[in-house]
């Protein structure tokens, strides 16, 4: 059965006057999670208080919301647990692919990974020692850099500027035939594309929730590891949530089993009670027709602007095997037009130094939300309205 | 003027019939609590979607939490600051610490220290090759263990077993002498005992927010860096957050001023929202008066127990100045005994082997309470009610 996707959009909190064309980075609310979260906070904290660890299965939740989520990216049940931030399970999984390749020392990766990424695997160098190297590439150099220095190839599948994506499975492949592992941030892919982890043979995978799967502001984040070194992986951050057996406060480390050993610390419960309401809406949803309709929308996009509003450049591919679910045009007063467009109520986002970026979600987002987009830009670039001081004094986060 | 303690407790939801001994685990829900999130849920996150993060001062919440906090532990305003979990965070103080005392190897513990902690420090004594070494020792012997071989003392102030306290001015006292910097772990200290970082010039501290501050389950950890060592400690967890200029997307990490550098990644906006609320019930509040009061309702279960239930043995130390906020008695039949007290209503927590804990926390437990878990507690031993097979049944959380 085909989705419904007015159904779905009536699912989320939209505010009046705005169309939001920036859930890939923060993604809106479903109406229920206020619900969810005021019965967790009375109904298990206030109500169990200790006892909700055990009598409202919050203990078991990283894992549960994992399985939730795993369906999502092509990953089988328990192979996916939820806790952290991104950048904390990306240094885990990196930690942890370093240890199986030893006798290699190159990280590699692009130089559109999102940088916190490219920060933590610095840091981790730092931490491993002066012979261990982060190696960027320009993305599409990435193939042709796999050699057999490389230890592990760390890429975000869908560039966060340009929405350019890479070939999951085809990187994976030469990397595994040079004798590499691989670290893919789904940041961008999960809710967003088809993603099939397991088909593409990753080792190991880590997200967010905060964007596509709209779990609201510092969502938490989840990893994969490929049940294949799940029982193998050594998580560097070795929490007590990850032993083998918690609750005997034994004072050494004895890893879990499988995916429960990437848990580090105690995980966020109240921000679970919205990931978990939020996850509802993906239930029967096919993420072949979600990205097949978010495609649709984009070419709407992309035509209405380079029709109307010629000169703003295209900065993601136009073929339809290379995108994601976002858009972006380069302007080199990208800022202020975003301002001026946020002014008006269409929301995107800006990212240095000149990339207008939007995203294309249709869950909640419609044709006529773009056509209302495309026009709103076109009048903001037709009367240069973006000039202005207000539009152009840059806040810390934009 | 002195605390009104029975209006405290009065802003607590505790649950109908029952007496919470277990704030040391898990603090109970303020009342303001539900609404508090649900405004930001809906007024912030709904409404302002990704201008939450401007508008609504999300980006700012981790520092002024610090803030708030930072006054209940005796650290200046700009030294603390929220996020991830405590794990995460001892890891973070640890890595630093150690590179700041580079031609040290050692890093020494105690076997009363929450084995979270230790379990961090083996990983990253891994991570930073075979050289480095946790070495831990009972906790009555750290003082003469502190010589020129240890790098970082780290320590739980509070046992989370004993409550057994040390004395952390005397310890960083003695550390400072021997070349060593320090490590406090507050889990068991911020909100229940009055504890002063400055003045006990303490290099790095960590702690949790869901236990005497009340944040609810999974709230965001805490670090503390000596303004000192503020500009100089490296992140290990080096995130986008912690940059010196995070939206300038750079390639490479340069960290940010200050303690702003322990941040990493995106901050969990929900689970502060909670404990943005649990922070009002502290406004004007004297820990010392606090902490005092906890004392007196310790003496009185004390006195109590060891007078109508004499099989117990008390495993706090007696004196005042080596206790926390809880008291524990060893039992070998602990669990047992601790599942029928719960089933009477009065929540305490069993640790293993044999320890029966409780927390007294004056904000919401007072005389009345102490005197009925005592009664409660002797009449479970008298009738040896615990002897009963679903009382020894053992769940995975206890």
């Given at each position: 059965m085909?989705?419904?996707?007015?159904?779905?959009?009536?699912?989320?909190?939209?505010?009046?006057?705005?169309?939001?064309?920036?859930?890939?980075?923060?993604?809106?609310?479903?109406?229920?999670?206020?619900?969810?979260?005021?019965?967790?906070?009375?109904?298990?904290?206030?109500?169990?208080?200790?006892?909700?660890?055990?009598?409202?299965?919050?203990?078991?939740?990283?894992?549960?919301?994992?399985?939730?989520?795993?369906?999502?990216?092509?990953?089988?049940?328990?192979?996916?647990?939820?806790?952290?931030?991104?950048?904390?399970?990306?240094?885990q999984a990196l930690a942890s692919a370093l240890e199986m390749n030893p006798k290699r020392r190159v990280i590699l990766s692009d130089t559109g990974n999102f940088p916190s990424d490219l920060y933590m695997a610095e840091g981790l160098c730092r931490t491993l020692g002066g012979q261990y190297r982060l190696k960027t590439v320009a993305p599409e150099e990435v193939m042709a850099a796999i050699d057999e220095t490389v230890a592990v190839v760390m890429l975000t599948e869908v560039d966060y500027r340009?929405?350019?994506?890479?070939?999951?499975?085809?990187?994976?492949?030469?990397?595994?035939?040079?004798?590499?592992?691989?670290?893919?941030?789904?940041?961008?892919?999960?809710?967003?594309?088809?993603?099939?982890?397991?088909?593409?043979?990753?080792?190991?995978?880590?997200?967010?929730?905060?964007?596509?799967?709209?779990?609201?502001?510092?969502?938490?984040?989840?990893?994969?590891?490929?049940?294949?070194?799940?029982?193998?992986?050594?998580?560097?951050?070795?929490?007590?949530?990850?032993?083998?057996?918690?609750?005997?406060?034994?004072?050494?480390?004895?890893?879990?089993?499988?995916?429960?050993?990437?848990?580090?610390?105690?995980?966020?419960?109240?921000?679970?009670?919205?990931?978990?309401?939020?996850?509802?809406?993906?239930?029967?949803?096919?993420?072949?027709?979600?990205?097949?309709?978010?495609?649709?929308?984009?070419?709407?996009?992309?035509?209405?602007?380079?029709?109307r509003a010629p000169m703003l450049h295209l900065a993601t591919p136009r073929s339809h095997l290379m995108r994601g679910s976002q858009v972006s045009f380069r302007h080199p007063e990208g800022y202020a037009i975003m301002q001026a467009l946020i002014a008006e109520g269409v929301i995107g986002d800006f990212r240095a130094p000149d990339i207008l970026r939007f995203g294309f979600t249709p869950l909640y987002i419609d044709e006529d939300d773009v056509a209302r987009a495309v026009s709103v830009l076109a009048k903001i670039m037709d009367y240069g309205s973006w000039d202005k001081p207000e539009f152009k004094t840059r806040a810390r986060v934009t």
């Open positions: 085909p989705i419904d996707f007015a159904a779905t959009k009536a699912r989320f909190h939209l505010p009046e006057g705005v169309i939001y064309l920036d859930g890939n980075s923060l993604g809106p609310m479903v109406k229920s999670a206020p619900d969810r979260m005021a019965r967790v906070m009375q109904d298990e904290w206030a109500e169990l208080l200790i006892r909700g660890w055990n009598k409202a299965g919050w203990m078991a939740l990283p894992a549960a919301m994992g399985d939730r989520i795993a369906r999502l990216i092509g990953a089988a049940p328990g192979t996916v647990v939820l806790g952290d931030t991104l950048s904390i399970k990306v240094y340009t929405g350019r994506r890479h070939d999951m499975a085809d990187i994976t492949k030469r990397a595994h035939e040079m004798g590499a592992l691989t670290v893919w941030d789904l940041a961008h892919s999960a809710g967003a594309i088809p993603v099939d982890l397991t088909a593409a043979k990753a080792d190991f995978a880590v997200g967010c929730t905060y964007k596509y799967l709209n779990s609201g502001p510092g969502g938490p984040a989840f990893i994969y590891v490929a049940p294949r070194h799940a029982d193998v992986a050594r998580p560097a951050l070795s929490g007590w949530l990850g032993h083998e057996s918690p609750f005997a406060f034994d004072l050494t480390y004895r890893p879990g089993a499988g995916i429960e050993r990437m848990r580090v610390g105690t995980p966020p419960i109240l921000q679970m009670a919205a990931l978990d309401a939020a996850l509802d809406v993906w239930d029967g949803i096919d993420l072949r027709e979600v990205h097949a309709q978010s495609l649709r929308l984009q070419d709407q996009f992309i035509k209405g602007i380079e029709t």
